[in-house]
């Protein structure tokens, strides 16, 4: 065994993946993982954990993983994260508890994601599910929003004793980890679901098809319903887009609605849900939102292109997935920008127009900011056109909530240790706080709001 790398990960063939919707990565098996467990060097002064947002005590799981107690690592895990088989799925590990690691300064570092996603897997096969010993408070708390920052905040409340309702105006749970994460990356029968009912386990309830700002307003829950405090866990899902002409040709879709119509409508499966399957598809942006609806594309029969202004070095996306896109055949046009989407007599896209860009001085981000090639202007025959450009906070729960502050990025602003907003018993994280950001950041906040609003809720019975 070569202690500087990481145990290999077993995945799907490129070829054969790139036309099915099976998860991709096929994780460690029991001898894998203690293997790979192995390397860890056990540091007193752990870095992982201080790079880890939910703060999981990784060295001690890991351990119990070496040694083939696994129902222990559970446990360890789950202290500290609702939703550890998704974590190891899909959280940034490079840049968070894996960018940390000693053994990443002269080799690859311990490959603790899959270690967690071995552990979280293992559990649901054996039937191991986390333990509440809380005694009741009866205290009512209402969360909006099932996604991460939610079930994570209700999960810990739920630990604590209070009786809590999580409010989703979808008829699923889950938020993005089911409309907006593609069923090759994040299974939802095997993963999402089963996480879920872990946090249902622990007491939580929820009522789906209720939207807050609609079907009830925060005030109505605070002063008609009886709930003493309240979490908005309500993400980030208005999309973006450039503004340039065409952009309202019939083929034109943003990143989310595409990817709502294939993951949570099912149009990959049977065609009830009108997908819009290109000969020739352009997905515009180079984030993990992009690389998902481009490789959902593929998968649908599509030759797929990616169009993205900077250069490869300053892709957003994970290393990962730009990885697996490439090996599956998604065609990167970098240092490009969309001017105009083109359109047939009948409004339908049959092309776009772009511009070769260079990279010229840094900007406030420090990344080189992309400037036009004057003259270079291209067109790339295409009948869809999928933008991937961002996302901000729908402003339905700010506009419909007396004296809850929100920034100019229509952000709601929270004290950062606590999660507390602008108005009483009313606390916030996740996406609608921070803007589009990641699984781990939104679990983490949700954890951080459950901490203060118990504090806040402990406050108030004396
Ligand atoms: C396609 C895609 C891929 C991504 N890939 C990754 C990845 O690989 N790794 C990673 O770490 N992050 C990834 N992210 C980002 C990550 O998923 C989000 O940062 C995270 O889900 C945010 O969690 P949240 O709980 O704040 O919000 P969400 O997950 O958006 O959940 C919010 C929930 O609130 C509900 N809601 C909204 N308004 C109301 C209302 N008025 N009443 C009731 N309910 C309401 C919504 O329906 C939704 O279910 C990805 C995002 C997308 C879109």
Same mark, same amino acid.
């Given at each position: 065994?070569?202690v500087l790398k990481k145990v290999p990960i077993r995945e799907q063939d490129p070829k054969v993946r790139a036309t099915n919707f099976e998860e991709v990565c096929l994780g460690y098996n029991k001898e894998e993982a203690m293997e790979e467990a192995s390397r860890c060097l056990n540091c007193k002064n752990a870095q992982?954990?201080?790079?880890?947002?939910?703060?999981?005590?990784?060295?001690?799981?890991?351990?119990?993983?070496?040694?083939?107690?696994?129902?222990?690592?559970? %446990?360890?895990?789950?202290?500290?994260?609702?939703?550890?088989?998704?974590?190891?799925?899909?959280?940034?590990?490079?840049?968070?508890?894996? &960018?940390?690691?000693?053994?990443?300064?002269? +080799?690859?570092?311990?490959?603790?994601?899959?270690?967690?996603?071995?552990?979280?897997?293992? @559990?649901?096969?054996? +039937?191991?599910?986390?333990?509440?010993?809380?005694?009741?408070?009866?205290? $009512?708390?209402?969360?909006?929003?099932?996604?991460?920052?939610? =079930?994570?905040?209700?999960? %810990?409340?739920?630990?604590?004793?209070?009786?809590?309702?999580?409010?989703?105006?979808?008829?699923? =749970?889950?938020? #993005?980890?089911?409309? &907006?994460?593609?069923?090759?990356? !994040?299974?939802?029968?095997?993963?999402?679901?089963?996480?879920?009912?872990?946090?249902?386990? =622990?007491?939580?309830?929820?009522?789906?098809?209720?939207?807050?700002?609609?079907?009830?307003?925060?005030?109505?829950?605070? %002063? $008609?319903?009886?709930?003493?405090? *309240?979490?908005?866990?309500?993400?980030?899902? =208005?999309?973006?887009?450039?503004?340039?002409?065409?952009?309202?040709?019939?083929? *034109?879709?943003?990143?989310?609605?595409?990817?709502?119509?294939?993951?949570?409508?099912?149009?990959?499966?049977?065609?009830?849900?009108?997908?819009?399957?290109? $000969?020739? *598809?352009?997905?515009?942006?180079?984030?993990?939102?992009?690389?998902?609806a481009a490789r959902t594309a593929l998968r649908l029969g599509s030759e797929v292109h990616i169009v993205y202004r900077r250069s490869e070095e300053e892709l957003p996306a994970r290393v990962e997935e730009v990885h697996h896109a490439k090996e599956e055949g998604i065609i990167f046009n970098l240092l490009t920008n969309?001017?105009?989407?083109?359109?047939?007599?009948?409004?339908?896209?049959?092309?776009?127009?772009?511009?070769?860009?260079? !990279?010229?001085?840094?900007?406030?981000? +420090?990344?080189?900011?992309?400037?036009?090639?004057?003259?270079?202007?291209?067109?790339?025959?295409?009948? @869809?056109?999928?933008?991937?450009?961002?996302?901000?906070?729908?402003?339905?729960?700010?506009?419909?909530?007396?004296?809850?502050?929100?920034?100019?990025?229509?952000?709601?602003?929270?004290?950062?240790?606590?999660?507390?907003?602008?108005?009483?018993?009313?606390?916030?994280?996740?996406?609608?706080?921070?803007?589009?950001?990641? #699984?781990?950041?939104?679990? +983490?906040?949700?954890?951080?709001? @459950?901490?203060?609003?118990?504090?806040?809720?402990?406050?108030?019975?004396?």
């Open positions: 065994m070569d992982c954990v201080k790079g880890c947002p939910v703060s999981i005590s990784i060295p001690d799981f890991i351990k119990e993983v070496k040694e083939g107690n696994f129902k222990e690592a559970y %446990d360890v895990i789950s202290k500290s994260s609702s939703l550890p088989a998704v974590c190891g799925r899909v959280c940034p590990q490079e840049s968070q508890c894996e &960018g940390k690691c000693i053994r990443g300064i002269k +080799g690859e570092p311990v490959s603790i994601g899959k270690l967690e996603r071995f552990v979280a897997d293992w @559990a649901f096969e054996n +039937g191991v599910k986390p333990t509440v010993n809380a005694e009741k408070k009866n205290k $009512k708390v209402a969360v909006i929003g099932s996604g991460p920052s939610g =079930l994570s905040c209700a999960g %810990d409340l739920a630990k604590l004793g209070y009786d809590v309702t999580v409010f989703e105006a979808l008829h699923e =749970l889950g938020g #993005v980890l089911v409309y &907006g994460i593609p069923e090759f990356r !994040l299974p939802k029968e095997k993963v999402v679901k089963k996480e879920i009912e872990n946090v249902k386990a =622990l007491g939580v309830k929820f009522e789906k098809n209720t939207i807050i700002g609609k079907s009830f307003t925060i005030d109505e829950l605070i %002063d $008609k319903y009886g709930f003493e405090a *309240v979490f908005i866990g309500s993400g980030a899902g =208005l999309p973006k887009f450039m503004g340039i002409p065409g952009e309202n040709a019939n083929g *034109v879709f943003s990143a989310n609605e595409y990817l709502t119509r294939s993951n949570l409508m099912k149009a990959f499966r049977d065609a009830e849900t009108p997908i819009m399957i290109g $000969k020739k *598809v352009v997905v515009v942006g180079g984030g993990n939102v992009a690389m998902d969309p001017v105009e989407i083109l359109s047939d007599e009948n409004g339908w896209v049959c092309g776009i127009k772009c511009i070769k860009m260079e !990279l010229g001085e840094p900007d406030e981000s +420090g990344r080189r900011s992309p400037v036009e090639i004057p003259g270079s202007e291209f067109e790339i025959e295409c009948d @869809a056109v999928i933008m991937s450009l961002g996302t901000s906070p729908n402003p339905l729960i700010s506009s419909t909530t007396k004296g809850l502050e929100i920034n100019r990025r229509k952000c709601i602003v929270v004290k950062e240790e606590n999660g507390e907003t602008s108005k009483e018993g009313v606390f916030a994280g996740g996406d609608a706080v921070t803007g589009a950001a990641t #699984v781990i950041l939104a679990m +983490g906040a949700g954890r951080c709001a @459950a901490k203060g609003i118990d504090e806040y809720l402990s406050g108030k019975e004396n």
